[in-house]
């Protein structure tokens, strides 16, 4: 699938993500990703944290193109199940290209030398730890692939497929996905579950900020527990700019 640029809408007269949504209207998930991938050759990623829900977009990926980039944030605070769930996904959906991305050394020796800056600056620590390291990853790739969903926050109440930043494209296509779509997909699939989901762990980030949830919980209540943070920063706000960690 490629953009119709001899529409009824002239192409150059549109904002680039409202052309691509207008484009990918009525198109699958796995639509959007086929067609993005080959309008823009090795010039997309996909960002993964390999968490709770991961499994459906990167299955996604792996229908699509196995080779695709896949960036996985590191931030060295992930739990060691995380880690092993990636390598064994990985291998599972046959995706032959996965990064990890990881913070700067010398960048957390000089703010983060006890690893505890978490305790004292969270936001600080997302900074370091995410934020800087994926901008810095991201400079590679124009367009890049996430798997957030509108239902998670309410900082993503508005999200769309697609949005831009500069001249960055961002592409989010399962944004109109419910919690129940993405379990239908997995049961669909035979998709493997993250292990700490079985353990009460809907929505998984790094170990010392998340917690188990409570049946009746939001399903993000463990993130960050008992503090205003609802976001690692590494998101993009309503204007399509980086939203540092709020
Ligand atoms: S989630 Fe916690 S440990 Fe991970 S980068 Fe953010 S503050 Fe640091």
């Keep these: 699938m490629r953009l119709d640029r001899s529409g009824p809408v002239p192409y ?5 993500a409202e052309a691509l949504r207008l484009t990918y209207a009525d198109a699958s998930p796995v639509d959007v ?13 996909l960002v993964s944290s390999f968490g709770a829900e991961a499994a459906v977009l990167l299955h996604m990926v792996s229908q699509v193109d196995r080779d ?15 880690l092993t769930y990636q390598r064994e996904l990985s291998d599972h959906l046959g995706l032959a290209n996965v990064q ?6 010398e960048d957390l020796a000089r703010v983060d ?4 800056l978490h305790r004292r600056d969270p936001d600080a620590c997302c900074v370091v730890r995410k934020v800087v390291p994926l901008e810095r990853a991201l400079g590679r790739w124009p367009v890049t692939i996430s798997g957030r969903k509108r239902f998670q926050a309410s900082t993503r109440s508005d999200l769309s497929v697609f949005e831009t ?9 399962l944004a109109h996905w419910s919690a129940q779509d993405l379990r239908d997909y997995m049961i669909r699939h035979d998709l493997p579950l993250h292990p700490l989901v ?4 809907p929505s998984i980030g790094c170990l010392p900020c998340t917690t188990r949830v409570a049946p009746g ?13 609802i976001e690692c920063g590494i998101h993009f706000g309503a204007d399509g700019r980086v939203q540092r960690a709020s």
């Excluded at 990703?33 to 990623?45: C, H, M, S, T």
């Excluded at 030398?113 to 505890?116: S, V």
């Excluded at 919980?217 to 943070?229: I, L, P, Q, V």
């Design 100 to 105: 990890h991305i990881r913070p700067d050394g």
């Design 68 to 82: 695709l980039p896949v960036l996985m944030i590191d931030t060295l605070m992930l739990f060691e199940e995380t």
């Design 217 to 229: 919980e939001d399903h993000r209540a463990g993130r960050w527990r008992g503090s205003e943070k």
């Design 12 to 16: 150059r007269l549109l904002n680039r």
């Design 198 to 201: 079985a353990q009460g762990y």
């Design 113 to 116: 030398p006890r690893g505890d």
């Design 33 to 45: 990703l086929a067609g993005i991938v080959a309008e823009f050759p090795d010039q997309v990623a």
């Design 165 to 173: 930043d500069g001249d960055s494209l961002k592409v989010n296509p």
